[in-house]
Every structure is written in structure tokens, then in C-alpha cells.
């Protein structure tokens, strides 16, 4: 056993290249595990996993009892034989699932990876690697294991990780060496490195790392930025070394994917409770009989001693009355036969295929089919309540694509027909020719041809938008191949700009830290790199100030409108006006938006401004706000340019999707890392955040006294000052049924945006019930700058109070926690992150097939799983409870009605077919209704088909259809006659009717409830009849009398009893007297109480003969002046990352150097800063809602930040 695992590792010491020192630490290799069992463990946990099912541990006992023959009336195999199937099939099933998880593990050990071992790199597989190695990738390669980086190729250290498996994003990150450790780039001087790192011990923070490399008597902080984590791939970086520093299971990349549970569904759960009724029933039945036989033995059994006598062992009336007790609990064990659970297993795997086989969710463009992970959980499917969801890679592509602009006044992008209407955008439609550009990207597509005459025309406004966007970035050029342009953008947003201003032929190609490179028009312009202003999250802008060859020089700057618009000149008041109208228009589209800005600078003015700026960048204390104030001094006094608009495509039906999920009453939470401007304007195009929310509350607090006010300030806005309680008493009460009545009448009026610093706060135990109460009264739900470990405890906190189905979505490794914390989780393939794939019970390649998943399947296994256990029920409790009537005619002495091989055969072959057929076929609707109507799914969210008062309605009604089935009969048999004139006075002709009277009731009883009719149903009802009558005379012949005359000892009663008219008179009318009830009381509730789904299935039933028809949710349009999310998401300190030039390669910058540029000294990488502005609420006018009520006033709109 590992040591390190008996203690809490409180800080981690490495040592580079010292296998010995690191060893006695006993840190976790690079092998990983995510299996459950091995060899030896497999079938003690496996047996322990299935006993914990109460019916497992149920049928044990019974075994044990039917291994005492003074006590059993029936075979042991009886129960032996249908156990040791369910569970080897169960133990097959969790076997080869578990199979293919170690074949992932090792294929993944396997990897092969270079090592630094005794002065050579040698390849080594991954699961040898160990804490302390020196370790080499190369371009393209995956991280082995979380390693401080060393050295690379880049100049001064860097390298560029994509971290989609990490967090579906596929923009490039930056990591730098220290400066210490980046010269090592041979073998030798890195043979020779024997830095330690002290750090902080294996956790599950993605975005952060704290700890220092003490080498050569000096010390060296140590951050994320130097840090580049397993799951990682290596980019455009042709290698680089790195030391290990975690491995294996604690690699943060491990640490996110938590440990596999075993899920199990409310109908699992269900069915342990409805066991244990079942056996306490049991137990009141055998106490009854017991009784009986003592008082029966008492009064008249002792007249019967001289031909039946007692055991030896049954020395008293009582001892009797006790072994009978134990006999009708062997007898009656059939009202839970073991086969309803191997019935269960094969019903779910058949779910499970059905999703597999779905083309209706293969994505054809990656050749990815839906794929169901488990087979546990399908019912569950039809229940959610809850969805929880990422947004990039699994809302959004995270591709941002140029869509509109206005400049000077002028907007383009949309289209007109020749009556000057607006013509829809389809894919049809044709796009412009960039063919002019020979460096155009053949994948832009622009359709608004003006945009470009306007270009031709050499319009100055349009040539100055586009000079700006190719110039005022941190856009890196690559050209490998002459004319083909790569852009490496830190953030998509500027790569569609960038690649935008490139097509209309503006082409940024290169750049040095003091020069920018263009192709304007096809002349190649080079400008002078004075000054990058860079972005952060207060100045929401950047500005870039360069000196055009005539020697102007030239202010350019974009960022968010409200903030560009305070610092514009008087001069451009008429055309602000303008273009926010423009900017609205573009919002109401969820769009997000930029304003484009520049200036003329005078060249005095700028010398002396460039002084105070290379003063203020090396001063020590207060250098941010003295370069800020620096920054707001010289961005006054613009001139307007114009605004774009950029859409973060979403993936295609999105919007469409999550409004047929809400018609379903389907709440959608938001759970992600971006930033709150980020995360809001997803809500809007997406439908979640719409014009018809009143209030969209965002709360931001920075203590928790600032989270509580917060809270409870939109708690009195929602519900009044009455219904607000002191927190104490609220943590102390759950929602109540009434609360539950008023969230119904409120919910679609107000949203909940809340980040993840005062999310920190808003879940400690103080706080949690108001945070969920306050999240359940609002229509959406989205929370920002998350960690992984708080998306968990998001879906802790709803399932631990909220009563209800939990289901996680997302395509990350940041989202593995949230996918196993929740019921059921489903992760988004595909996509080059597949860590979220791994840890799901669903997946599939696009958000849209979630409403086919849940609407369509998961609707469709709770509607058959329900109506499968209601039938199964009902027929077992018909079949079993026969007995418990005849015991009280028999001298209550355990013996059988039936025929011990018909009790054998009646759940395995008489009626296994059929009901196996209802439950993996039967629909109540078909796919198409099922998404038109989504209310039908609100059936499962309030477990209406399979509860406990519904089997309780099964129970009473198995109870009267054993009554019927025995006293019919019976009283009939006591007065008729043989055609030969004789009595009916043997036992066995009364099982036989009884017993075929049962076949027949319980397949028109099938057949009744069936939905929907294939031609597997008409075979297998059909078929199981004539299987039963065919085994009945083969079982009762002469011929197996013969050879077995010990086991068939019914010989020639079905063919003496059947024969009689009489007999079959008695069958009929038993089985008309056993349908009947049902039967009216389903007609008269269809036509009189008649619920959604028969009035849709009468819909569906009048709409065959009209054709297919399908409903378009279209996304409504729209309208309100608030501002959408700026198009600006990339971190601060890319600016002085480019003009110190450590992102260059060395010959490009010594080719292109000019002289007299003073390099910026303070260092490039900085921490976000945090946004301070305190919360409020942000109101959205119902402008244009289809739902807005009368009289509802326009409420002025305020933009606010996170």
C-alpha cells in the first residue's frame, strides 16, 4: 500500500533529477486507474455492489429456506436457478464495462514519451514516468503529466498549449520559461540541473498553481504561467523540456475526474421500498395463514392423524402454525419473481441500443453516433428537472464569426431585395467574391456586397475601420506556405476581426515588437509599433499607437461602446447617436458588439506623454494606476468610427432546443469560466436571457456580508417583504409545496447571473437555501467565472435539497466533476477534449440531440419501464395471491394450486414475451408529437406513472383478479357436472382452469394496454398462448408421465379437463369477469377524464392521414436597447507580451528592429484584475415579448459589469 496515501500531503518537495531523494516521498507514479476492479477484487465488490439491492439480499433468504424441506413446498431450483442468471448477467454486464475502461487505461499508459535518464533521453512509457523526471515533448504532442516548464524552442522560454481537452477551448495558450531555466537547451547543462520546487500539494484548481524553485542559493516564484498541465497538447512550438512536478492520479487533470460512483434511478430506489411492503405483505399473509393452520389443526386436523399424520419434528399445533408460516413465505415469493429484475436489465440494455441506433443523433460531419455509456439509467432519462450545462464547446463552437458592422453611419451586412426589404440569410444565399484578394481566407463569408464597392471605392471612413482592425490587436501571423496566412489569436474574438479586415484587404502579415506589417489594397505598409495600451478588465478597451510611413502619428482603439462613447469628441456626438441605434439593433440580434475609435497626435504632445509612460511602466509601487491614469489622459477627445458585430456562433439549434426543453418545464443553469458580459450574451441568443425576463439580477459581492444583502435584496424584489425570513430561518426549511405553486406563477419573469466569488460565498451553509430559493424563482440561471469544483457543488446543492433528476452536460475536463456529481451526466464528443466523454453515462457530438435524448427517449423508457412494472405487478399478485384464497379451503397446509412446473414456467415463458415487448416497443406517442408537445414529459418530472399509490392501485387490482380467478371457479365447479354425469371433484382440474383462465386474463390484459401494436407484440401474445397450451398437453401427457413419473405427475388432466364444454364455459366467462372492469373503467376514463397524452395520441391518430408534420421553434427576435456583451474576452498582458518581443523568433525581430524604441520594463504577465462595481439588478424592457402582459411598462435599462 502507498504511504503517501495515510497522510495529508500538506506541500511537495521535487528535487530535478534525483529519483532516490524524490522516492522517499512515495508520490503516485504516472499510471492512471480508472477501473474499478482487478482479478481478485472483481467478484467480492461486484456481489457486494448487487446484494445492496434489497431484492438480491430478498431472494438469498428465500434460497436459504428452500434448503429446508420441512418447510418448502417447492424446489429449490426454483429460485436458485433465475438468482445465479441475474447475477452473472448483471457481473457479465459490469465486467465488460469495466474491461474496456482498463483497455482505455492502458492504452493510455502505453504512450510513449522521451526521459532524461543517465545523461540521454530515452523513450519511456507514460506510467514509468516518475515526480522529478526531465521530460521532452515535441509539436503535437499530449503532456504527459503537470510539468514545470523548462525551456523550448520559442525564444525566451515560451510555448503554446491548446487545452480543449482541459476546457473545450481550441484558442492557443501562452507559457514562459523562468528566465533562469530557459537558456538550458542541451542536454548536458540540463543533466546538470538540480533546482527543488516547493509547491502547493495535488489539488483539482485548473487555473492556478503556487509554489518556488530554489536553485543555486537564489529563489524563483512559480505560477500557473509556467506550468503546463497533463491533457495539454504542445503547439505550434517545435519542442520543449519540462519537470515533472504531479503524475499520475494527481495530475489536476486526474483530480478533476473524481471517482467512479455507482448511480442508480428513483425507480431503483422505489423498488427497494416497494420490496419491503412486499415482504412485510408477505409476512402478514404467512401470519394469517399461520394462524388459520394452528386454529385448523386445533379444531379438525387432529381428526385426519390416523391417515395424515403429523412429522416427528411437529410436536404441536403451534410448531405447526410456525412451519407453515415459513411455507407460504416460500409459496407467495412470486408477487416479486426474481425474473422482473432480469427483465429490468434486458428492458434498459434495449434503451441503451435504441440511442445507440438513432440516426436521427449521429452528427455526419465528425462520423459520431450518440452512445449510451451505462445501461442504468434510461428511465431516468424521462425525469429531469435540472440540466446544468457548460457553455463553450458544448452551447457555442467557440468559433466567432464577422457578421455586421457600421461605419460612419452606414451599417452592412443584411441584404435587400429590389423592393428594399430584407432578405433572410440562408445558405443559399450568395456570398461575396473575394477572389481580388489573392490572401483572402477562403472560409470567410460575407454576403452585404456594398461593404465591399464601398472598399473598392476607396471610401476613407471604410478603409480606416478596416486599417484599425488590422492593426490594434495581439493577433501572431504565421505563413508557412507563401499566401497562406495562420493567425494564432489569444482570443477568437480578435481572430474573426483580424481575418475579417483581411479579406476586405486590409492583410495583417507580420509583425516585430516595433513595427506592424499590412497589405493594404495589395501595397504592403509598414507601421511603427509606438505604444500598446492594453486591455484589462476595468478599461475595457485597447488601444494600439503607431506612425504611418508619412509620419502621422495615430491613436486606434476598440473596446466596449458605453465606455468608448465617454471618451469620444463633441464632434462625433450626431454620429454616436447613429451608431448606438446600429449597436441596438445588432444586441437585438445577440450580437456582440465593438466600438472602433481613433486619433490624430501631435508629436509633441506624444514625446511628452511617451516619457511620463516609460516613467510610470518602471516605477514600483502603484504602477497600474499610474499607467491607467496615463492611459485615460491620451484615449480622450475620439473620434467615432463606426461598431462590429460579431456572433459566437452557437451550434446549430441551440436556441431551438432550449426553448422546447423549457416548453418541457426543463430548468437550464448555466454553469461556466467566462466572464459575465461573456456568459450573458450567450443567454440572449440562446433564448435563455429573452426580452420578456423583468429583472435579470446579478449578483457580485466581494464579501459575504455584500452576497447576503445581495440575495436578499432580489428575495424582497421577487416575493415582497412578507416572504422574506431571517436567514437562520430560512437555511432551516426547505421549499414547501406552496412555494413550490408560487415558483410556477412567477418563474418566467426574472434571471439570476451570479459569479464565481461571491458563488464562493453565496454556498456556505448560511447562505445555500437562499441562493436555491432565490435561483428556483428565476426563469434562468447563469453562474461565471466558475471553478470545476463549484459547477459540483451547483448540482450538489440541488439534489441534496431539491427532490429532483439532476443532468450535467459539457466537453471538458473542467466539467468531469459536474457530469459525476450529477444523476446522470453527458458529455459532448466530437471535439478534440474528451475527458468529459469518459466520465459521462450519455454522450453525443451536439447539444441539440439532448432534446431527442430526453423528450424522445427518456420519455419513451420512463413511459415503458412505468407501464412494464404496473403489468408486471399486477399479473404477478394475480398469479401469487390464488393461494393465499385457496389456503382457507386446502386446511391452510402450503400445498400449491397450481401445477409446480406451471408456477415455474408462468414468468419465464408464459408471459415473459409480451411483456418484454411492451416494454421495450410500446409508445404512447411517436418521435415527431413527442417534440411537438414537450409538456408531455412533465409526466415523469412528477412521477405520475409508477409511484406508490400506483402500485397500490396495481395491488388492489391484482388482489380482485385472484379473487376472481379462484371463487369463479370454485363456486361453478361446486354445482356442475361432467357430460358423463359425475362431479368435478379433483384438484388438479381446478388448476388447470384456474390456471389457463390466468393466461388468457393477463394476455387480453396486455393487449388492452398496449399503445402501439408491431408485429413482435402480435407474435409474442399470440405465440406465448399457443406456447402455453403446447407445453400444458406435452407436461400432462402420458408419454413424460412415462419417463419422469415423478415430476410430471398431472398426467392426462388437460386433456380430460379442456375437453369438457363446461370447463371452457368457466374459462370464459372468469376471464370476460376479470377484464371487464378494467376495461370500462379505462373507457370512461379516456372519454371523460381525458389526460395530455390521450388527447395528443388523439391528435396524432386524426393527423396520419394529413402526413408528417413538424413545428419550427424559431428564435425570437430580439428587440430591447440593451447592450449585448462586448467582443473582447482575451486576458490582460498580451500587449506588453508583443512589444517586448518574447513572443518572436529571433530572426524576425533582429531583420525587422528599428532603432529608438525604449523596450517597456514592467513584466507581461499580469493577473486579471478583479471588478469591483458593486451588484445591482440589470432590467430588460418586454419589448416586443410575445408573453408581455398588458399595461407592462418599459423600464429604463442599465448597463452594469461584472
Avoid at 249 to 276: A, H, P, W, Y
Avoid at 307 to 321: A, N
Wanted: glycine letters at 6%; one cysteine or more; hydrophobic letters at 40%.
Amino acid at each position: 500500500m502507498n504511504l503517501s496515501l495515510l497522510y495529508v500531503e500538506k506541500e511537495r518537495h521535487v528535487k530535478a533529477n534525483a529519483r532516490d531523494y524524490n522516492e522517499k516521498f512515495q508520490y503516485a507514479d504516472n499510471h492512471i486507474k480508472t477501473s474499478k476492479y482487478n482479478i481478485l477484487t472483481f467478484l467480492p465488490i461486484n456481489l457486494f455492489e448487487q446484494f445492496q439491492r434489497v431484492a438480491n439480499a430478498y431472494f438469498l433468504v428465500l434460497l436459504i429456506l428452500q434448503l429446508i424441506p420441512e418447510i418448502s413446498s417447492l424446489s429449490w431450483f426454483t429460485t436458485i436457478v433465475p438468482l445465479v442468471l441475474v447475477l452473472v448477467i448483471t457481473a457479465v454486464k459490469d465486467a465488460t464495462d469495466d474491461y474496456f475502461r482498463h483497455k482505455s487505461d492502458q492504452q493510455v499508459n502505453n504512450h510513449q514519451s522521451q526521459v532524461l535518464i543517465r545523461g540521454r533521453l530515452q523513450n519511456e512509457k507514460w506510467m514509468n514516468i516518475q515526480v522529478g523526471d526531465i521530460i521532452k515533448l515535441e509539436n503535437d504532442q499530449f503532456v504527459a503529466a503537470d510539468i514545470l516548464l523548462l525551456c523550448s524552442s520559442e525564444p525566451y522560454g515560451l510555448c503554446y498549449l491548446e487545452t480543449a481537452e482541459l476546457d473545450g477551448e481550441t484558442n492557443l495558450k501562452v507559457r514562459q520559461a523562468l528566465t533562469v531555466t530557459s537558456e538550458m537547451k542541451d542536454i548536458s547543462k540540463l543533466m546538470d540541473f538540480d533546482g527543488e520546487v516547493n509547491c502547493e500539494p495535488p489539488n483539482n484548481k485548473l487555473d492556478k498553481f503556487t509554489g518556488t524553485l530554489s536553485w543555486r542559493n537564489n529563489k524563483y516564484s512559480l505560477d500557473n504561467e509556467k506550468i503546463l498541465l497533463r491533457g495539454c497538447v504542445l503547439r505550434n512550438t517545435e519542442w520543449c523540456f519540462g519537470l515533472v512536478i504531479f503524475a499520475g492520479l494527481q495530475t489536476k487533470l486526474m483530480q478533476n475526474c473524481g471517482e467512479t460512483t455507482f448511480k442508480r434511478t428513483s425507480i431503483d430506489k422505489l423498488m427497494n421500498t416497494l420490496v419491503l411492503w412486499i415482504f412485510a405483505l408477505l409476512i402478514c399473509m404467512g401470519l394469517i395463514l399461520a394462524v388459520g393452520n394452528t386454529i385448523w389443526e386445533s379444531w379438525t386436523g387432529r381428526n385426519f392423524q390416523v391417515f395424515l399424520p403429523w412429522d416427528e419434528i411437529q410436536s404441536s399445533v403451534v410448531f405447526s402454525g410456525f412451519l407453515t408460516f415459513w411455507s407460504y413465505i416460500i409459496i407467495l415469493n412470486t408477487v416479486v419473481p426474481i425474473s422482473l429484475y432480469i427483465s429490468v436489465e434486458v428492458l434498459r440494455l434495449g434503451h441503451s441500443y435504441f440511442i445507440n441506433w438513432d440516426l436521427k443523433m449521429y452528427y455526419r460531419q465528425v462520423d459520431t453516433a450518440a452512445e449510451a455509456r451505462t445501461t442504468t439509467l434510461s428511465e431516468e432519462l424521462g425525469q429531469v428537472e435540472f440540466i446544468f450545462s457548460d457553455k463553450t464547446g458544448t452551447l457555442t463552437q467557440n468559433i466567432m464569426v464577422f457578421k455586421k458592422c457600421s461605419i460612419n453611419g452606414h451599417t452592412y451586412g443584411d441584404i435587400y431585395n429590389e423592393s428594399d426589404q430584407k432578405v433572410e440569410i440562408t445558405e443559399k444565399t450568395a456570398c461575396v467574391d473575394f477572389s481580388f484578394n489573392p490572401l483572402s481566407d477562403r472560409r470567410f463569408k460575407f454576403y452585404d456586397g456594398s461593404l465591399l464597392e464601398a472598399v473598392k471605392l476607396e471610401v476613407p471612413a471604410v478603409h480606416e475601420f478596416f486599417r484599425l482592425l488590422a492593426l490594434c490587436h495581439t493577433v501572431m501571423s504565421e505563413e508557412k506556405i507563401e499566401g497562406n496566412l495562420v493567425y494564432q489569436a489569444q482570443s477568437p474574438d480578435e481572430g474573426a476581426l483580424v481575418t475579417a479586415a483581411q479579406n476586405f484587404g486590409f492583410v495583417f502579415r507580420a509583425r516585430t515588437p516595433e513595427s506592424v506589417t499590412l497589405c493594404e489594397m495589395g501595397r504592403v505598409v509598414t507601421y511603427t509599433l509606438l505604444a500598446i495600451l492594453d486591455f484589462n478588465n476595468v478599461r475595457k478597451r485597447m488601444s494600439v499607437i503607431v506612425r504611418t510611413p508619412e509620419g502621422q502619428i495615430k491613436l486606434y482603439c476598440k473596446g466596449a461602446d458605453t465606455i468608448i462613447f465617454e471618451h469620444l469628441d463633441p464632434s462625433s456626438e450626431d454620429l454616436m447617436y447613429t451608431t448606438s441605434e446600429h449597436l441596438n439593433e445588432f444586441a437585438g440580434e445577440g450580437l456582440r458588439t465593438l466600438a472602433l475609435a481613433y486619433k490624430d497626435l501631435d508629436a509633441d504632445y506624444f514625446d511628452i506623454w511617451m516619457k511620463k509612460h516609460l516613467f510610470a511602466s518602471t516605477v514600483m509601487e502603484n504602477r497600474d494606476e499610474q499607467l491607467a491614469v496615463l492611459y485615460e489622459e491620451i484615449e480622450q477627445g475620439l473620434k467615432l468610427l463606426g461598431a462590429t458585430a460579431i456572433e459566437d456562433k452557437l451550434q446549430e439549434g441551440v436556441p431551438e432546443t432550449i426553448a422546447r426543453l423549457n416548453l418541457a418545464d426543463i430548468k437550464i443553469w448555466v454553469l461556466t469560466g467566462d466572464k459575465l458580459e461573456t456568459a450573458m450574451n450567450i443567454g440572449y441568443s440562446c433564448n435563455m436571457l429573452r426580452d420578456d425576463v423583468n429583472e435579470v439580477f446579478v449578483i457580485s459581492g466581494n464579501t459575504p456580508l455584500e452576497v447576503q444583502q445581495q440575495l436578499r435584496s432580489a428575495l424582497e424584489h421577487i416575493l415582497g417583504l412578507s416572504r422574506v425570513c431571517g436567514a437562520d430561518d430560512v437555511a432551516k426549511t426547505d421549499m414547501s409545496a406552496d412555494d413550490d405553486v408560487f415558483e410556477e406563477a412567477i418563474i418566467a419573469e426574472y434571471a439570476l447571473v451570479i459569479n464565481g466569488h461571491s458563488l464562493a460565498y453565496a454556498l456556505e451553509p448560511q447562505l445555500e437555501h437562499v441562493l436555491l430559493e432565490l435561483a428556483c424563482l428565476c426563469k434562468t440561471v447563469i453562474c461565471c467565472r466558475v471553478t470545476p469544483l463549484q459547477k459540483a457543488q451547483v448540482v450538489e446543492l440541488v439534489k441534496r435539497h431539491k427532490r429532483a433528476v439532476t443532468l450535467a452536460i459539457g466537453d471538458g475536463a473542467n466539467d468531469v466533476s459536474m457530469i459525476k456529481t450529477a444523476h446522470i451526466g453527458v458529455g459532448i464528443s466530437g471535439q478534440e477534449g474528451m475527458q468529459a466523454v469518459l466520465a459521462s453515462d450519455y454522450s453525443f457530438a451536439q447539444f441539440r440531440y439532448l432534446q431527442r435524448l430526453l423528450l424522445v427517449h427518456g420519455r419513451w423508457s420512463y413511459f415503458r419501464m412505468c407501464n412494464f412494472l404496473c403489468y408486471f405487478f399486477y399479473k404477478n399478485f394475480a398469479f401469487t395471491l390464488v393461494h393465499f384464497w385457496y389456503g382457507f379451503f386446502c386446511g391452510f397446509s402450503a400445498q400449491t394450486v397450481y401445477d409446480q412446473w406451471f408456477i415455474t414456467l408462468f414468468n419465464i415463458v408464459y408471459t415473459s414475451l409480451p411483456v418484454l415487448a411492451m416494454g421495450l416497443f410500446d409508445q404512447d406517442v411517436d418521435d415527431k408529437n413527442s417534440l411537438r408537445y414537450p409538456s408531455l414529459y412533465k409526466l415523469g418530472q412528477q412521477n405520475l406513472l409508477f409511484n406508490k399509490r400506483q402500485f397500490f392501485l396495481c395491488t388492489l387490482q391484482g388482489l380482485g383478479i385472484s379473487s376472481l380467478l379462484f371463487f369463479i371457479p370454485y363456486g361453478a365447479f361446486s354445482v356442475m357436472v361432467k357430460e358423463d354425469g359425475s362431479l368435478f371433484t379433483d384438484q388438479q382440474t381446478f388448476a388447470v382452469t384456474i390456471a389457463t383462465s390466468l393466461v388468457i386474463v393477463v394476455s387480453v390484459q396486455i393487449g388492452l394496454d398496449k399503445h402501439y401494436w408491431t408485429a413482435v407484440n402480435h407474435f409474442f401474445i399470440w405465440g406465448s398462448l399457443i406456447m402455453y397450451f403446447a407445453l400444458l398437453f406435452a407436461m400432462q401427457s402420458d408419454g413424460m408421465f412415462g419417463i419422469f413419473q415423478s415430476q410430471f405427475s398431472f398426467v392426462g388432466t388437460a386433456r380430460n379437463c379442456l375437453s369438457e364444454v363446461s370447463v371452457w364455459l368457466v374459462i370464459v366467462l372468469t376471464s370476460v369477469v376479470c377484464v371487464m372492469p378494467g376495461l370500462a373503467v379505462s373507457f370512461l376514463r379516456v372519454n371523460l377524464f381525458p389526460t395530455v397524452t390521450d388527447k395528443v395520441r388523439h391528435l396524432q391518430q386524426s393527423r396520419k392521414k394529413d402526413g408528417p408534420q413538424t413545428q419550427n421553434l424559431k428564435r425570437v427576435r430580439r428587440t430591447s436597447s440593451r447592450r449585448s456583451a462586448y467582443a473582447f474576452s482575451h486576458q490582460q498582458g498580451y500587449g506588453e507580451l508583443i512589444t517586448s518581443g518574447k513572443n518572436m523568433r529571433a530572426g524576425s525581430v533582429s531583420s525587422a528592429c528599428s532603432p529608438g524604441r525604449t523596450p517597456l520594463c514592467s513584466t507581461w504577465i499580469e493577473s486579471v484584475l478583479k471588478r469591483k462595481n458593486e451588484v445591482s439588478c440589470v432590467s430588460d424592457e418586454n419589448l416586443g415579448a410575445p408573453e408581455s402582459t398588458e399595461g407592462a411598462t418599459q423600464t429604463e435599462k442599465q448597463q452594469h459589469s461584472d
